[in-house]
């Protein structure tokens, strides 16, 4: 939660020759630098247990710029199996841990950010 900021991503793409030919679809947000098919603020997030992150590699999206919408082309019993396996992991809608440096602040804050579908702003408990 807290919608990271995803200019890097856009910004390799783009360096990698491939901001013409590649979308980039995530929950997390985009500055006004961000160029391409770039395209965020997915909601539910997958912290929140949103569709988004039940997507593997190999999985087709369709795009349809015009009305707005986008597509798992994931058969639903799939997508279901891939929900329970999720539920029943160790950590359970959580990312895999990577090396990082979070100071106590932006941990304090992840702990208590709402989703971007209710604000992204600070739950009081």
């Known amino acids: 939660p ?14 990698r020759g491939l901001g013409r030919s590649c979308a980039l679809i995530t929950d997390g947000r985009f500055s006004g630098g961000t160029s ?8 539910p997030e997958a912290a929140s247990g949103g ?12 795009i349809d710029v015009a009305t707005r919408t986008l597509e798992v082309l994931v058969d639903d019993q799939v997508l279901a199996e891939r929900r329970g396996k999720m539920e029943a992991s160790e950590r359970p809608w959580h990312p895999v841990d990577r ?7 932006l ?15 600070r739950r009081v408990p």
């Open 51 to 62: 569709v988004i992150g039940l997507i593997e590699n190999g999985d087709q999206i369709r």
């Open 36 to 43: 391409g098919l770039s395209i965020g603020h997915i909601s």
């Open 2 to 15: 807290g919608m990271q900021e995803m200019l890097y991503p856009t910004s390799f793409l783009k360096g």
């Open 99 to 105: 090396q990082r440096s979070v100071t106590t602040a």
């Open 107 to 121: 941990r304090a804050y992840a702990a208590l950010a709402t989703s971007a579908d209710k604000g992204a702003v």
